[in-house]
C-alpha cells in the first residue's frame, strides 16, 4: 500500500483566510482525491486531482473555494480559500494504489478549525 | 448517482460477541465495496474489500458478504475486542480509478 502524508496536521485559522493543504505519496499514483469529513460526519469528495490538468470537482464545490494543484504523479496541494467557521473540518486526501486496480488508501487527514 | 445506506449508526457488543454491519447501495454498475475503519484522530484505513465476482470474503476475524442482487454487502467481525473500538464505513465504486461512495459510518463500541 501507498504510504502518504499531509501537513499541516492541523491548524486553527481566521475567518477569511486561506490555508494550503499538501499531499505526499511515497510512490507514483495516477488518481488522486481530495475528501472533506466534517465533524462525526461520513467522508464527501471534494475533487479528483489530476496530474497536468484541471482538477474535477463534485456538485457543492468550486475551483475558487478549493483550487487544487497536482504538479506531479507524487504530489498535491489542496487551498481552502477565505474560509469561515463552516469549513472547519478534516481534509483528507486519498490515492489508489498503483499496486490493485481499486484499492484506495487515505492519509491521516488535516484537522481545520476556522474561528 | 450512487448512495450508500449504512446501518446501524451506532452498536454496542460485548467483548467476545459478534459485530454486523450493513450497507445497501444503489447503482448496479458498482462492483467494489471496500470496508474502512477510523480510528480518532486517524485517516480511514482499509480493512478488508470484496468485488462482485465474489460472495464472501474473509481475512482471520473478519468477513465481508455481498448479495448483488439485492445490494447489500455486509461486515462481519467475530470474537470482538476492545481495539475494534471505532468508526467503520462502507463504500462504493464501479471501480478502477472511481472515487469512492462513502456509508454514514457505524460507531462500533466493544465493552470489555
Known amino acids: 500500500s501507498a504510504v502518504i502524508s499531509q501537513k499541516p496536521s492541523r491548524d486553527i485559522c481566521q475567518r477569511g483566510t486561506s490555508l494550503t493543504i499538501q499531499c505526499q505519496v511515497d510512490?507514483?499514483?495516477?488518481?488522486m482525491f481530495w475528501y472533506r469529513q466534517q465533524p462525526g460526519q461520513s467522508l464527501t469528495l471534494i475533487a479528483t486531482a489530476n496530474q497536468g490538468s484541471e482538477a474535477t470537482y463534485e456538485s457543492g464545490f468550486v475551483i475558487d473555494k478549493f483550487p487544487i494543484s497536482r504538479p506531479n504523479l507524487t504530489f498535491s496541494t489542496l487551498t481552502v480559500s477565505n474560509m469561515s467557521p463552516e469549513d472547519s473540518s478534516i481534509y483528507l486526501c486519498?490515492?489508489?494504489?498503483?499496486?490493485?486496480?481499486?484499492?484506495?488508501?487515505f492519509g491521516p487527514g488535516t484537522r481545520l478549525t476556522v474561528l | 448517482g450512487e448512495n450508500v445506506e449504512q446501518h446501524p449508526s451506532t452498536l454496542s457488543v460485548q467483548e467476545g460477541d459478534s459485530a454486523v454491519i450493513k450497507c445497501t447501495y444503489s447503482d448496479s454498475a458498482s462492483n467494489y465495496f471496500p470496508w474502512y475503519k477510523q480510528e480518532l484522530g486517524k485517516g480511514p484505513q482499509l480493512i478488508i474489500d470484496?468485488?462482485?465476482?465474489?460472495g464472501e470474503k474473509k481475512d482471520q476475524r473478519i468477513a465481508v458478504t455481498l448479495n448483488k442482487t439485492a445490494k447489500h454487502f455486509s461486515l462481519h467481525i467475530t470474537e470482538t475486542q476492545p481495539e475494534d473500538s471505532a468508526v467503520y464505513f462502507c463504500?462504493?465504486?464501479?471501480?478502477?480509478?472511481?472515487?469512492?461512495?462513502f456509508g454514514k459510518g457505524t460507531r462500533l463500541s466493544v465493552i470489555a
Open positions: 470484496i468485488r462482485s465476482n465474489v
Open positions: 486519498s490515492v489508489v494504489s498503483s499496486g490493485g486496480p481499486d484499492e484506495q488508501f
Open positions: 510512490s507514483q499514483v495516477t488518481m
Open positions: 463504500a462504493a465504486s464501479r471501480g478502477g480509478n472511481t472515487p469512492l461512495v
